[in-house]
Nanobody, 125 residues
Framework: QVQLVESGGGLVQAGGSLRLSCVAS????????VGWFRQGPGNEREFVAA????????YYKASVKGRFTISRDNAKNTVYLQMNRLKPEDAAVYSC??????????????????WGQGTQVTVSS
């Protein structure tokens, strides 16, 4: 089994920054793709960013590109989402997900096998 725990959410003013963390434990395998997703009030869950197992490749939702950075420390089984210049429309519950035994990028929800509980990000205007 695999467990994912997100942290780092909170309340921030528009223009501010937060760094989210996702720690994976259990039978993750030595190679796994990771993605961040978010779900705002009244909205469906949407893709935010993805990173390959080595960290060499990343992919972003258009509206966050240039403001958000996904990275990983495989020695710590941790993936980060650095969020800068936050906007009120970025407010949501952010969740990470992993697909074990997959080295590439995964951007669709149905391709992920394990999900965390999420961390709340609130952006005040």
């Amino acid at each position: 089994q695999v467990q994912l725990v997100e942290s780092g959410g909170g309340l921030v003013q528009a223009g501010g920054s937060l760094r989210l963390s996702c720690v994976a434990s259990g039978r993750t395998s030595s190679s796994y793709a990771v993605g961040w997703f978010r779900q705002g009030p009244g909205n469906e869950r949407e893709f935010v960013a993805a990173i390959s197992s080595s960290g060499a490749r990343t992919y972003y939702k258009a509206s966050v590109k240039g403001r958000f950075t996904i990275s990983r420390d495989n020695a710590k089984n941790t993936v980060y989402l650095q969020m800068n210049r936050l906007k009120p429309e970025d407010a949501a519950v952010y969740s990470c997900a992993i697909r074990p035994f997959f080295a590439g990028l995964v951007t669709t929800q149905r391709e992920y096998d394990y999900w965390g509980q999420g961390t709340q990000v609130t952006v005040s205007s």
